[in-house]
């Protein structure tokens, strides 16, 4: 189980490699997309077991988010190899990893129900529903350490590249 300060998020070097990744923009862009998705297909999903309409869209929209969940993971992983130098399972998002795993292995186990279609729609849907309650909790993490990292204050060795005039450095 690692070991961290709880204050802080990132060590200078980090925060640095973070910040001039081109992975950190992919993230930025990919998890909103995911939500917005995850948005929609959860209503297709609950209207459809609801209501029995429009149940072949509920299915392909679960496909969709789970593609798009797959490239989050990976270049997740990419992202936290070039800034922790790890592909996963860094310490300072070691709990969020654990979870992500069990996020992708109901996803997964979705995609292969799906496949085989020997479930009926109604048990592949609520097999994403489950994937879904994971992948909230998940999300929850993922904004906690967001709002983390800009709350963070600079570790000292952070300060020296503070300007004089005052102004406050922005994570």
Known sequence: ???????????????????ATAWTLVQGILAPVQFLIFGISLYLVVYSLQTGKHTEWALASVLLKTVVLYAIMVTGAIWEKVVFGQYLFAPAFFWEDVVSMGVMTLHT????????????????????????????????QYIRKLRMARLQKPAPSDLSSLPTSGAQAST
């Open 1 to 19: 189980m690692p070991t961290s300060h709880p204050q802080v998020m990132y060590t200078p070097a980090q925060r640095a490699r973070r910040d």
């Open 109 to 140: 186990a979705y995609v292969w129900v799906w496949w085989q279609g020997q479930w009926s729609a109604t048990d592949q849907l609520l097999l994403a529903l489950a994937a879904y309650g994971s992948y909230a909790i998940n999300a929850a």
